[in-house]
């Protein structure tokens, strides 16, 4: 698990690591601009060049403090390098006046002229994690500047966050550099993660430069995602097992031509390590079914008339429960999702697709269920449960989120370019897996069968449901390397599944 953080909290940070260690901020400044001398260096030698020339982009605060150290350590290594001073001196923070001093007294070549063409390789340090407003003025043309360089072949390197970014929302102010690879220090920010952002930063290197430990638990950081490191949540298999060891997961899926929802979900619970799936389906599905899944138990309903009575007494027989995925939206469906909701299992209730969509226009069942809940939607599945539009849900996600959750008492997945997970408590998880091949159908159907089948193995729901997501997108990241992004199919991620976690359980 790593923390992502905000602008506030990188500053608190900061200010931690020099009161309670006595580290000088001129110390951290320096050990920030060596990291981007070192990453400077390493792209000036990928470039083969005879000769690289370097131009360091420095606004007036402390983050074009470290641009200018970092020119400064290289110019002291024999590389071409000239500081260009886009800032203002009245206002430059004291760190940055002072190695401005020191780059002037070792005789670092300054310009001021925006003429950047010339130079191989351009450190973005104009702006860092403070900007709050719109980029106007001379500090436009100067990210104009660089942008423009970059288009003409020159490898550009943001310091801690391209210049125009918001560290927090990932949002452009106005205009933005477009970095190949950012440089960011102790933790990686928010914005460098979330979209746009994330297409300005490039490639995100985050470096140790000696901030307190403590501080991340003194300031309370809220925002995590998993990586590789996280495998190890992965559910044991033990040797002395049976299929009741690893539980039972009941899918409520599928209807008449949309029995590929449900076949995807089960499956993705098995494949999870799931012992044993049920399938609740329509009498349409019955043959369809059989001949895809074999494994699965099939309890099938007359495509209009379930027996709702015998459902409700069965619910308690599972681990684990999957509610929506081509469900329909007809009398029959809606009567399903009324019932399951409005029991009082106390299993996990995993809703997607068209379990969302009629519960959007009965909101007063998930109101009143106290089923534990987690739903699933995509941004516009979303628009509907919360009535605020899809723009709106981009700019203001979390605290839409978080009043949702508080009101239902679920946790959210708010899938997305960035899925984030929202529930009852101070974390937020952002999750960084998966890729744009995974925008096809079936995609969401896997998932839920994914977060199901951890589910049915005993593990918290909300701990499923960020793993689950996590694994999802690493199974699409296996399935992209295998199909290529364009190509790639749900069927394909599906079946990734299994090379992903003979990987895991063989490390």
């Given at each position: 698990?790593?923390?992502?953080?905000?602008?506030?909290?990188?500053?608190?940070?900061?200010?931690?690591?020099?009161?309670?260690?006595?580290?000088?901020?001129?110390?951290?400044?320096?050990?920030?601009?060596?990291?981007?001398?070192?990453?400077?260096?390493?792209?000036?030698?990928?470039?083969?060049?005879?000769?690289?020339?370097?131009?360091?982009?420095?606004?007036?605060g402390n983050n074009g403090g470290d641009g200018i150290a970092a020119?400064?350590?290289?110019?002291?290594?024999?590389?071409?390098?000239?500081?260009?001073?886009?800032?203002?001196?009245?206002?430059?923070?004291?760190?940055?006046?002072?190695?401005?001093?020191?780059?002037?007294?070792?005789?670092?070549?300054?310009?001021?002229?925006?003429?950047?063409?010339?130079?191989?390789?351009?450190?973005?340090?104009?702006?860092?994690?403070?900007?709050?407003?719109?980029?106007?003025?001379?500090?436009?043309?100067?990210?104009?500047?660089?942008?423009?360089?970059?288009?003409?072949?020159?490898?550009?390197?943001?310091?801690?966050?391209?210049?125009?970014?918001?560290?927090?929302?990932?949002?452009?102010?106005?205009?933005?550099?477009?970095?190949?690879?950012?440089?960011?220090?102790?933790?990686?920010?928010?914005?460098?993660?979330?979209?746009?952002?994330?297409?300005?930063?490039?490639?995100?290197?985050?470096?140790?430069?000696?901030?307190?430990?403590?501080?991340?638990?003194?300031?309370?950081?809220?925002?995590?995602?998993?990586?590789?490191?996280?495998?190890?949540?992965?559910?044991?298999?033990?040797?002395?097992?049976?299929?009741?060891?690893?539980?039972?997961?009941?899918?409520?899926?599928?209807?008449?031509?949309?029995?590929?929802?449900?076949?995807?979900?089960?499956?993705?619970?098995?494949?999870?390590?799931?012992?044993?799936?049920?399938?609740?389906?329509?009498?349409?599905?019955?043959?369809?079914?059989?001949?895809?899944?074999?494994?699965?138990?099939?309890?099938?309903?007359?495509?209009?008339?379930?027996?709702?009575?015998?459902?409700?007494?069965?619910?308690?027989?599972?681990?684990?429960?999957?509610?929506?995925?081509?469900?329909?939206?007809?009398?029959?469906?809606?009567?399903?999702?009324?019932?399951?909701?409005?029991?009082?299992?106390?299993?996990?209730?995993?809703?997607?697709?068209?379990?969302?969509?009629?519960?959007?226009?009965?909101?007063?069942?998930?109101?009143?269920?106290?089923?534990?809940?987690?739903?699933?939607?995509?941004?516009?599945?979303?628009?509907?449960?919360?009535?605020?539009?899809?723009?709106?849900?981009?700019?203001?996600?979390?605290?839409?989120?978080?009043?949702?959750?508080?009101?239902?008492?679920?946790?959210?997945?708010?899938?997305?370019?960035?899925?984030?997970?929202?529930?009852?408590?101070?974390?937020?998880?952002?999750?960084?897996?998966?890729?744009?091949?995974?925008?096809?159908?079936?995609?969401?159907?896997?998932?839920?069968?994914?977060?199901?089948?951890?589910?049915?193995?005993?593990?918290?729901?909300?701990?499923?449901?960020?793993?689950?997501?996590?694994?999802?997108?690493?199974?699409?990241?296996?399935?992209?390397?295998?199909?290529?992004?364009?190509?790639?199919?749900?069927?394909?991620?599906?079946?990734?599944?299994?090379?992903?976690?003979?990987?895991?359980?063989?490390?």
């Amino acid at each position: 698990m790593e923390y992502l953080v905000t602008g506030r909290q990188a500053k608190a940070i900061d200010t931690y690591t020099i009161e309670h260690t006595g580290i000088p901020s001129l110390v951290l400044m320096e050990r920030a601009s060596l990291t981007i001398a070192e990453e400077t260096a390493q792209v000036a030698a990928q470039l083969k060049l005879p000769a690289v020339r370097i131009a360091a982009v420095c606004g007036s605060g402390n983050n074009g403090g470290d641009g200018i150290a970092a020119a400064r350590i290289l110019h002291s290594r024999g590389y071409d390098v000239t500081i260009f001073f886009a800032g203002l001196r009245e206002k430059m923070s004291p760190d940055c006046q002072k190695q401005l001093s020191i780059a002037e007294n070792l005789s670092v070549p300054i310009s001021n002229d925006t003429d950047l063409d010339a130079y191989n390789i351009i450190i973005d340090a104009i702006f860092g994690i403070g900007l709050d407003r719109p980029v106007t003025g001379t500090y436009k043309d100067w990210i104009t500047a660089v942008n423009s360089a970059s288009e003409n072949g020159s490898k550009i390197i943001a310091v801690d966050t391209p210049s125009g970014i918001h560290t927090d929302s990932g949002q452009i102010m106005g205009t933005a550099v477009h970095a190949d690879r950012t440089v960011t220090f102790g933790y990686i920010k928010k914005g460098l993660v979330l979209y746009p952002g994330a297409s300005c930063a490039g490639k995100v290197i985050c470096r140790d430069i000696g901030f307190d430990p403590a501080a991340a638990k003194t300031i309370g950081l809220q925002y995590i995602t998993y990586t590789k490191e996280d495998y190890k949540r992965l559910p044991k298999r033990y040797a002395d097992s049976h299929k009741g060891t690893y539980g039972h997961v009941l899918v409520i899926a599928g209807s008449k031509n949309m029995a590929g929802a449900a076949y995807f979900s089960a499956l993705a619970a098995y494949r999870m390590g799931a012992g044993l799936v049920t399938l609740y389906t329509p009498e349409s599905n019955r043959c369809i079914l059989q001949q895809l899944l074999p494994e699965a138990v099939l309890k099938t309903y007359p495509d209009t008339a379930p027996d709702l009575s015998a459902l409700s007494d069965q619910l308690n027989n599972y681990q684990a429960i999957i509610l929506g995925p081509g469900l329909g939206q007809n009398a029959a469906s809606e009567n399903i999702v009324r019932t399951v909701t409005a029991s009082d299992i106390k299993i996990p209730l995993i809703i997607d697709a068209d379990g969302l969509n009629i519960l959007s226009k009965n909101m007063e069942w998930l109101s009143k269920s106290t089923v534990p809940t987690v739903i699933t939607p995509h941004m516009k599945e979303l628009s509907r449960l919360t009535g605020h539009n899809i723009q709106y849900l981009k700019e203001n996600l979390v605290q839409v989120c978080e009043t949702f959750t508080r009101e239902y008492g679920v946790i959210c997945i708010a899938k997305d370019t960035r899925t984030m997970i929202i529930d009852n408590s101070e974390t937020i998880y952002i999750n960084l897996s998966g890729n744009n091949g995974m925008a096809t159908g079936g995609s969401g159907d896997i998932l839920t069968g994914i977060i199901a089948g951890l589910c049915a193995q005993h593990m918290p729901l909300s701990e499923a449901a960020r793993l689950g997501v996590y694994l999802h997108g690493c199974a699409g990241d296996t399935a992209a390397f295998n199909k290529g992004f364009h190509s790639m199919t749900a069927s394909d991620v599906l079946n990734a599944i299994p090379e992903l976690l003979k990987e895991i359980t063989l490390d």
